[in-house]
């Protein structure tokens, strides 16, 4: 439906400025290299928005493909924003470090988002799949 349980749909400026934030440094998605850890370092040196790697959404949406669900975005291993993310400034020397804490008071914080999830599919059931497990 249109509408869905009475949310409006966005315009493509409105998704731009509410969802992804007017991000102004942008690093395009790129085949097999935007996994997480290059996602982290482009956010240590100033990009606002990334993209994932093209996920195929019907070996995706396959529950007995765990494989290629890790491989591609591992939610499993809290891979996604699960997992606190320190991102030290680019004038440091040090590493971005993960925690593993879940502590209320160090809740993790989404430090790869806003973040552009790619599918290729032909099925738009698994695409849907896909994007649910994902969302």
């Not at 249109?2 to 942008?26: I, T």
């Not at 994932?52 to 491989?71: C, D, L």
């Amino acid at each position: 439906s249109p509408a869905v349980q009475g949310r409006k749909k966005l315009s493509g400026y409105e998704f731009y400025r509410d969802v992804l934030g007017s991000s102004k440094f942008v690093v395009a998605p790129m085949v097999d290299q935007s996994e997480l850890a290059w996602r982290v370092l482009s956010r240590r040196y100033g990009s606002e928005l990334v993209y994932t790697p093209m996920i195929n959404a019907k070996m995706y949406a396959n529950a007995t493909n765990k494989s290629y669900q890790t491989a591609s975005f591992d939610v499993a291993s809290g891979e996604e924003g699960s997992l606190s993310i320190s991102l030290p400034s680019p004038s440091t020397s040090s590493s971005p470090s993960l925690s593993t804490s879940t502590s209320p008071s160090s809740a993790p914080q989404d430090t790869d988002r806003p973040l552009i999830i790619q599918f290729c599919a032909n099925n738009p059931d698994q695409l849907l799949t896909s994007a649910l497990a994902l969302q």
